[in-house]
């Protein structure tokens, strides 16, 4: 009997020290940490890039001067709108005047002279039907008078190069848009063959072009896109893509491309540096909020929670969707990505989702 109970007490002091034990452990282990999480699936996101572009004029041409002369009036002021055909410059046209006074006296010199050799033909026939007159007078007077037709068309289409010069004098806007500032003075002496040929410049700006820089990679994933919708920020019109180049630039490794985008109250100008937001279709990825996602030396990362404990796990991140990150590769279906408590978190940490 006191064998049995000197082996209880043994038993019951072994069973308080296991408890005291277990005790300490679970007050030396560190609690869990309550974290959120949001488990992700894989739906449809837009496939966007984003580049840095700049804007130019859909139409960009050069005015300059035709015939040389005198500049004597600027017909517009400079940075206006103006259409196409509208006056911008005057030069001097008396010495055109002459030339073309000139030219039309010769045209009717030239065709009194080939009336009477024609004159001259018909009578001479006559003269050769009834041999009169020798074979070899009659040709001559033929080849006289188509000498003289052909005299006719050559002061003919000097009479209309006198016309065209004299026209030039008068020079017009050759499209429609804004003008660039005046680049010869009134009293200069401009020359279709020199530096002083060039007057203004004129662009137009709606629609208005931009053109901008996409990587190998991010060309290969929009080229077989059937639509490219194009945006600018802060703008409300969005554009489409109309040019997209066929060869990569070996220094940068990019492809040059081109947005047309509807500019009706032109609020931008060409020249501006603006920031592009493509978007080609749709693709299947993961979305997680932003402030899930985390950065190390080795790249990005998210916290996953996997059974009761934190993983850190590699991403590969695209661009933002609103407030969200769209992850293209690192999760699958069904991982719970921990979205707060990131500082306390450490690999293989206790984590309670809340």
Known sequence: MRTLLVLLSALLAACGQGDARQQEKKAAAPPAIAVTAVE???????????????????REVQVRARVAGILERQLYNEGDAVKEGALLFRIERAPFEIELQQARGLLAQETARRDLARQELERLKGLADKRAISQKELDQAASGAQQSGASVEIARARVRQAELNLSYTTVKAPIGGITGRALQSVGSLVSPNAESALLTTISRADPIWVRFAISEAEYARIRSAPDIEVRLENYPHPGKVNFAGSTVDPATGTVQMRAELPNPQLALLPGQYVRVHMQAGTQKAFVVPQTAVAQNETGRFVWVAAEGKAVPRPIRAGSWLGSDWIVHEGLKPGDKVIVDNLVRLRPGAAVQVK
């Open 40 to 58: 992700v699936a894989p739906r449809d996101v837009p496939v966007t890039f984003e580049a840095v572009a700049r804007t130019e004029g859909s």
